[in-house]
Nanobody, 115 residues
Framework: QVQLVESGGGLVQPGGSLRLSCAAS??????YAWYRQAPGKQRELVAS???????NYADSVKGRFTISRDNAKNTVYLQMNSLIAEDTAVYYC???????????WGQGTQVTVSS
């Protein structure tokens, strides 16, 4: 069974930090990405990382968020620093296997930034 399991979300004050984890199983993923969706808004791409370690970030999180992966453990991380209220959203992990296949999504983890 192919699945992605997210963890690390929670409540944090503005300026604080969180690290999200996404543990994959059942397949080898060549691309990971983190998306987020706030109430009433479109789901947006936050960051992505290839199997070779190339990364991309949304302009809104550049300099604050860092995506990384451990290929041996098939796990991707999102380190979130200097959090602001606008970062409040459900964060989703997506993994894309090599070859002709679909992408897979985790169930999401809630991040709330509030004082």
């Amino acid at each position: 069974q192919v699945q992605l399991v997210e963890s690390g979300g929670g409540l944090v004050q503005p300026g604080g930090s969180l690290r999200l984890s996404c543990a994959a199983s059942g397949s080898i993923f060549v691309l990971y990405a983190w998306y987020r969706q706030a109430p009433g808004k479109q789901r947006e791409l936050v960051a992505s990382i290839t199997s070779g370690g190339s990364t991309n970030y949304a302009d809104s999180v550049k300099g604050r968020f860092t995506i990384s992966r451990d290929n041996a453990k098939n796990t991707v991380y999102l380190q979130m620093n200097s959090l602001i209220a606008e970062d409040t959203a459900v964060y989703y992990c997506k993994g894309t296997p090599v070859g002709p296949s679909r992408s897979y999504w985790g169930q999401g983890t809630q991040v709330t930034v509030s004082s």
